[in-house]
T-cell receptor, first 113, second 107 residues
Framework: NAGVTQTPKFQVLKTGQSMTLQCAQDMNHEYMSWYRQDPGMGLRLIHYSVGAGITDQGEVPNGYNVSRSTTEDFPLRLLSAAPSQTSVYFC????????????FGPGTRLTVT | AQRVTQPEKLLSVFKGAPVELKCNYSYSGSPELFWYVQYSRQRLQLLLRHISRESIKGFTADLNKGETSFHLKKPFAQEEDSAMYYCALRGGNKLVFGAGTILRVKS
C-alpha cells in the first residue's frame, strides 16, 4: 500500500520547456489536489479533481493543466515552464470517508532556470 | 471566497514554555478547520481538526466563530514540536491553506 506517490522527486527545466509531474494513489479516494509550496506563501491550490473526468481550478491555475482519466492518476502538466514556477509541488488525496483529511505525497522539487 | 491568515512566519519559544500559533479565517459558509504539520524530511500530515475536539500530541485548537479564529495551543512545548504548521479551511470541495508558521523550540 504505497499511499500517494509522486515522480520525479527533483527536476530542473529550462524556461519554455514542458513537463508532466506524476501523481498516483492506491487509496481509492475520490478527490485529488495539486498544491505548490513557496516560502512565505504557504500551500496554494493549483487544480483539483472530485472524480475521474472532473477537474476544476484552484487559486493559481495559470500555466498548468490537469486531467483525471482514472481514479488513481492525476498528472500536472507545465505547458511552458517559467522561473516563477520554481517551487515544491505536492499532490494530495482525500475523501468523505477520511473526514476530508488530506493525504500528501512526498513532493516534487522543481527548478526552472 | 475563503481565506486563511497566519500572521506569524516564525515563532521561537523555549522548551517548557506555552505555545500559541494563531490562525484567522474568512468564509461565508460554515467552516471546517484543520491544522496540518510538516516535520523535517516528512510529509505534510494532519494534526487535528476542529470537529473532533481532540488533543493530539498535547495540542488543542478551539474554533471561535465570533472572532473567526482557530488558534493552536500547547501548554508546554517540546523540542520535537519544532516543525512547520499550517492552518487550513475546507469550503466545499477545496482545502485552502494559510502561509504557515515555523515553530522552533529551543532547549
Amino acid at each position: 500500500n504505497a499511499g500517494v506517490t509522486q515522480t520525479p522527486k527533483f527536476q530542473v527545466l529550462k524556461t519554455g520547456q514542458s513537463m508532466t509531474l506524476q501523481c498516483a494513489q492506491d487509496m481509492n479516494h475520490e478527490y485529488m489536489s495539486w498544491y505548490r509550496q513557496d516560502p512565505g506563501m504557504g500551500l496554494r491550490l493549483i487544480h483539483y479533481s472530485v472524480g475521474a473526468g472532473i477537474t476544476d481550478q484552484g487559486e493559481v491555475p495559470n500555466g498548468y493543466n490537469v486531467s483525471r482519466s482514472t481514479t488513481e492518476d492525476f498528472p500536472l502538466r507545465l505547458l511552458s515552464a517559467a522561473p516563477s514556477q520554481t517551487s515544491v509541488y505536492f499532490c494530495a488525496t482525500w475523501d468523505r470517508s477520511t473526514g476530508y483529511e488530506q493525504y500528501f505525497g512526498p513532493g516534487t522539487r522543481l527548478t526552472v532556470t | 471566497a475563503q481565506r486563511v491568515t497566519q500572521p506569524e512566519k516564525l515563532l521561537s519559544v523555549f522548551k517548557g514554555a506555552p505555545v500559541e500559533l494563531k490562525c484567522n479565517y474568512s468564509y461565508s459558509g460554515s467552516p471546517e478547520l484543520f491544522w496540518y504539520v510538516q516535520y523535517s524530511r516528512q510529509r505534510l500530515q494532519l494534526l487535528l481538526r476542529h470537529i473532533s475536539r481532540e488533543s493530539i500530541k498535547g495540542f488543542t485548537a478551539d474554533l471561535n466563530k465570533g472572532e473567526t479564529s482557530f488558534h493552536l495551543k500547547k501548554p508546554f512545548a517540546q523540542e520535537e514540536d519544532s516543525a512547520m504548521y499550517y492552518c487550513a479551511l475546507r469550503g466545499g470541495n477545496k482545502l485552502v491553506f494559510g502561509a504557515g508558521t515555523i515553530l522552533r523550540v529551543k532547549s
